[in-house]
């Protein structure tokens, strides 16, 4: 179901605009799409550094908004924590020479401009007045947005991995030595009375690993130190890993032909479906929202609970489910985390790649499908 937003003066679309982005956002460009006077989300830009050549960042703005299917016109609001300051000749609000490339560029493309706004601690006005006044925020709920949650918190809110207690990781660290002890073994090596039955049983588990990543997803992180310890196992290896994400991005029949094509290519350099590729591209058809949220939150306790070195899997995985539900900003803070743990980590180097380019995947521009 479509939620419809009305907003009848620019202080009414301010109240809006969290809403419709999932957050309220600071040092960000944040544009809207239009289509026929509607629009069906927010796509958010950092500000650009002083030392940024204005006339790109206005290209990749405006090039954004236009992915957006059947998009006609554009809205843009800027939030800053500088101050406006007065000069002789009137009010000059923070970012203008910005937002003038930016508009200027969205002319040329063919885009009304609908509204463009600037928010500052003091208060907020409109770039398109020859002398901008400040007026104060209304902070009553915005028409429609009752129900939808809090919104309060910025683009990173809900990044932190969640706490977890000490007595747990030591638990899921003892359980993944064990594991590994099992399965990274030769394959003619028997079990021995001194391997742990738990160990063993957990092993089990990945006899399947397409089941396994189902049972994962539907206990969302919920998981005894052993089976969190499998799923670890399981996520420093890119092999699996990519399986992982490729199968909750679409179902246990795509993450069987993941790790089909997957083991083929390793064994035989045979060519992995072009249909899986795109997966994860951000290509095709729409992922389930619920679902890579769930395997969002899973990953997540996984990173929480992970020795250190094993940190890098779990949390580029939160970074593709984050990017992949078009919330780049988290994916970056993932990113700068593996980043911080190991510099040479190969999937995270490419998604920071795609996110440093703007790219965000194809289904996030789609009428009904746009993404925050």
Not at 16 to 38: C, K, M, N, Y
Not at 295 to 301: E, F, K, N
Not at 342 to 351: I, N
């Amino acid at each position: 179901m479509t939620t419809v937003l009305r907003a009848s003066s620019s202080s009414d679309f301010l109240r809006v605009i969290p809403s419709l982005a999932g957050f309220t956002p600071r040092e960000s460009l944040v544009l809207l799409p239009f289509h026929a006077a509607r629009t069906t989300g927010a796509l958010r830009l950092d500000l650009p550094r002083r030392d940024a050549h204005l006339s790109e960042y206005a290209d990749t703005a405006v090039a954004l908004v236009a992915r957006v299917e059947r998009t006609d016109a554009v809205a843009l609001v800027v939030y800053t924590d500088d101050e406006a300051y007065a000069t002789r000749d009137g009010l000059v609000l923070p970012f203008a020479v910005g937002v003038e490339a930016v508009l200027a560029r969205a002319e040329d493309a063919g885009l009304h401009i609908v509204d463009a706004l600037c928010v500052t601690p003091s208060g907020w006005a409109s770039y398109l007045v020859d002398e901008p006044e400040l007026e104060e925020f209304d902070d009553a709920p915005a028409p429609g947005v009752l129900g939808i949650g809090d919104v309060s918190g910025d683009q990173w809110a809900g990044a932190d991995l969640p706490d977890v207690d000490l007595a747990e990781c030591e638990r899921v660290g003892r359980a993944l030595l064990r594991i590994a002890d099992v399965l990274d073994r030769a394959d003619d090596d028997l079990p021995t009375a001194r391997d742990d039955p738990q160990a063993l049983a957990a092993a089990l588990l990945l006899d399947d690993v397409p089941v396994f990543f189902e049972v994962v997803l539907a206990m969302r992180g919920e998981l005894p130190p052993f089976a969190m310890a499998a799923l670890l196992w399981c996520l420093d290896r890119p092999l699996l890993r990519d399986v992982a994400l490729t199968q909750w991005a679409t179902d246990i029949i795509g993450g069987i032909r993941t790790l089909d094509a997957q083991l083929g290519f390793a064994e035989h350099c045979t060519a992995v479906p072009d249909d899986l590729g795109e997966v994860f591209l951000g290509r095709g058809p729409r992922p389930d929202p619920d679902r890579l949220g769930r395997a969002l939150t899973t990953v997540r306790a996984a990173a929480a609970r992970a020795p250190l070195a094993s940190r890098p899997g779990p949390l580029t995985a939160a970074a593709w489910l984050s990017w992949a539900l078009g919330r780049s900003s988290h994916a970056g803070r993932y990113l700068d985390m593996v980043g911080e743990i190991d510099p040479e980590y190969g999937l995270a180097q490419l998604l920071t790649t795609m996110i440093g380019a703007a790219v965000l995947p194809e289904w996030a521009f789609r009428r009904g499908e746009t993404a925050a």
